[in-house]
Structure formats: structure tokens, C-alpha cells
């Protein structure tokens, strides 16, 4: 599988705000404003050098049914791909299966199972350019 780039690592924090006041001080940047999304029942903040902590809003949706019981911290990491398609077959063909897939804009991503990507819960991402905040909106 062709993979450009790490693109971004996603994190769960229980408390949001507290997680980005924390991480823009050490990190010297400041994340991008708090976005929310009832189709994925979740709250989420998105620092540029790519690391997104996300917070479910409640016990049902997508974010809180792939968190389960997990405690706060990383949750998975992405991958950049020119084809996410061939990827997500490529992916399949080792028998890892694929939970979830979506767009947002131009952008497009699925989330992998971790039963047999040795516990790293892999998501998959395309868009055009090298702005995935960009791409996300449009």
C-alpha cells in the first residue's frame, strides 16, 4: 500500500478544553476551534501539527461505540493515501476489516478493526493538496 504520509494522530480526552489548553501551551500553537458533529457524536478539536482529541457526546455514536472502554489517550493513527479505495482493498486482503467509512468535503477516510493490525487501530485518509482542514470544508 502507497502511503504519503502519517497525517494526523487521533487522542480521546474526557475533558476537551482541558486536553487543548494543555497541549496548545506545550506545543506553542494554538488548535484550531472546537467543531462538532452529531453524525459522529462527537466534539472535537484539531491542533495543526496533527494531533485531534475527540470527546463523545454521548454513549451511541460512532466516536464513543470505537472508544468502548478505552482510558483517555491515543486512540489511532492515519495514514495519508493517494487511492483510499485500493487501500481499503489492499487493507482487506490482509484481513483487516474495515468499521467505518465516511466523507466530510473532499475529504475521505475509513477506520480499521486493530484485531489483527497488532492493536493500532489504523484510519485511512485521502484528499486533494496537503491541507486536510482545507479539504474537509469543501
Known amino acids: 500500500?502507497?502511503?504519503?504520509?502519517?497525517?494526523?494522530?487521533?487522542?480521546?480526552?474526557?475533558?476537551l478544553e482541558g486536553a487543548v489548553r494543555l497541549f496548545a501551551d506545550l506545543l506553542g500553537r494554538e488548535f484550531l476551534p472546537v467543531w462538532e458533529s452529531e453524525d459522529f457524536g462527537a466534539r472535537a478539536a484539531f491542533h495543526p501539527l496533527g494531533f485531534e482529541f475527540l470527546q463523545p457526546t454521548g454513549p451511541n455514536g460512532p466516536v464513543a461505540q470505537t472508544i468502548g472502554t478505552r482510558e483517555e489517550g491515543i486512540l489511532f493513527v492515519c495514514f495519508k493515501v493517494p487511492d483510499i479505495e485500493e487501500a481499503i482493498a489492499e487493507m482487506e486482503s490482509r484481513g483487516i476489516k474495515m468499521i467505518h467509512k465516511y466523507q466530510v468535503g473532499k475529504l475521505k477516510e475509513?477506520?480499521?478493526?486493530?484485531?489483527?493490525?497488532?492493536?493500532?487501530?489504523?484510519?485511512?485518509?485521502?484528499?486533494?493538496?496537503?491541507?486536510?482542514?482545507a479539504a474537509s470544508m469543501g
Open 1 to 15: 500500500m502507497k502511503v504519503e504520509k502519517i497525517d494526523h494522530i487521533h487522542a480521546y480526552a474526557k475533558d
Open 110 to 133: 475509513a477506520l480499521f478493526d486493530s484485531t489483527n493490525t497488532f492493536g493500532v487501530q489504523i484510519e485511512l485518509c485521502e484528499y486533494p493538496g496537503d491541507d486536510i482542514t
